[in-house]
Structures are given as structure tokens and as C-alpha cells.
């Protein structure tokens, strides 16, 4: 079956910097999408990783190791409004999305 | 660039009745819409996927007698929640994307309460 894992929920000081983890098995891999959902809202996107390696975007960058079927999500400088759900999700052979359960990032003062 | 709305973005409707939601992409066209359904706390669950003209394909276990899904047009998509009950209240949310991108460009949702 395909499965993806990320941890429920993490907590990180304003200012600090928080790695949000997320492991996957699928059938085929055409990509890994990790999105920002506040409460109430839809998701929206950060970044897209399809080959190995560290993209980097402002604050944000995120990481993929195909072989390893391991991805993360880097946040640094952390701020409140970070405090939201993040959402690892892989494009499978058929080129749906899988999606995490989401890990809820709670952002201390 | 890659806009889709989502109208209502709230509704409440009695039970037994019929309820429809809209999405539409504002400013690309279309070629696949998708369905999502979210419950508190749970992430998206993929409901359906449709495409410009054709009958929707929905994941096993979503009632397509129940959940309409039309995707007349490049730039629109509706789903109708026929003989709603209270457990069909949810957040649905719609994506598109066109051919040639893997993005899914995500509608703001839908808060539907069945009373």
C-alpha cells in the first residue's frame, strides 16, 4: 500500500529553526510537494522536490533522498505566523497525490 | 497567475437536501479538477478527479450517486452533495491544474454543515 509519515505535531521557539520530517512509500514517484495549511483554510504551496537534493526558498527550503524515501522541510527564522499545518504529499506513477496526515507546528512566543 | 475561487465558501443546509459547490479557475484553463473532502484535524482526502468533458473518476469508497461531479468547461468544476446528511459536513476543497504542470492549484474551500 502506499503510506506517508510525518510526525502529528512539533513545537519551536519564535526565532529558531524547525525541521518537519516526512518518510514515503508509493507506488511510482513523480515528485514531493510539501503545503502550508492555517485552520480553516486550504493548503497552500511551498515547495517541489523531484530530484535528490536541498531547494532553497527564502525561510523555507525542503530536501529529498529518493533512495531513502525521505524528504524534510527546513523553517528557519521562525515566526508566529508559521503556526500552521505542513503537508508532505508525493505524486505517485499515476501522478495523484498522496497526501501526509500533516504535522502541526505550534510556534512559541 | 493560477487563481481558483470557490463559491460558497461556507454554506449550512438541512438535511435531505441538495447542495452545490463551484470552483472555477480564473485565469488558466483547466484541464483537471479535483475534489477533496478534510475533516477536523485529518488531512485532505481525494475524493474525485475530473476532466474537461469526460465523467469523473472517484476514489473507492465516495458514493458518485451522491458526490455529482460536472466539469463542463476548461474553467469550471461543480460538485453537488445530493440528499445531504450531517455527516457530510466537511470541508471540501477543489484543485485544477493543467496538463502539462504536476502543480495543483487549490481553491480557498468550502465549510458545508448539514443541521
Known amino acids: 500500500g502506499q503510506n506517508i509519515d510525518q510526525p502529528t505535531e512539533m513545537t519551536a521557539t519564535e526565532g529558531a529553526i524547525v525541521q518537519i520530517n516526512c518518510t514515503y512509500q508509493?507506488?511510482?514517484?513523480?515528485?514531493l510537494f510539501w503545503y502550508q495549511q492555517h485552520a480553516g483554510e486550504a493548503p497552500t504551496f511551498l515547495s517541489y522536490n523531484v530530484l535528490d537534493g536541498l531547494e532553497e526558498k527564502g525561510r523555507f527550503s525542503s530536501f529529498l533522498s529518493r533512495s531513502k524515501g525521505y524528504s524534510y522541510l527546513l523553517l528557519k527564522e521562525l515566526q508566529m505566523k508559521d503556526s500552521a499545518s505542513y503537508l508532505c504529499a508525493v505524486l505517485d506513477s499515476n501522478y495523484q497525490l498522496i497526501w501526509g496526515a500533516g504535522t502541526k507546528l505550534i510556534i512559541k512566543p | 497567475g493560477a487563481v481558483v475561487s470557490q463559491h460558497p465558501s461556507w454554506v449550512i443546509c438541512k438535511s435531505g437536501t441538495s447542495v452545490k459547490i463551484e470552483c472555477r479557475s480564473l485565469d488558466f484553463q483547466a484541464t483537471t479538477m479535483f475534489w477533496y473532502r478534510q475533516f477536523p484535524k485529518q488531512s485532505l482526502m481525494l475524493m474525485a478527479t475530473s476532466n474537461e468533458g469526460s465523467k469523473a473518476t472517484y476514489e473507492q469508497g465516495v458514493e458518485k450517486d451522491k458526490f455529482l461531479i460536472n466539469h463542463a468547461s476548461l474553467t469550471l468544476s461543480t460538485l453537488t452533495v445530493t440528499s445531504a446528511h450531517p455527516e457530510d459536513s466537511s470541508f471540501y476543497i477543489c484543485?485544477?491544474?493543467?496538463?502539462?504542470?504536476?502543480?495543483?492549484?487549490f481553491g480557498p474551500g468550502t465549510r458545508l454543515t448539514v443541521t
Open positions: 484543485s485544477a491544474k493543467t496538463g502539462g504542470e504536476v502543480e495543483q492549484y
Open positions: 508509493t507506488s511510482g514517484f513523480n515528485g
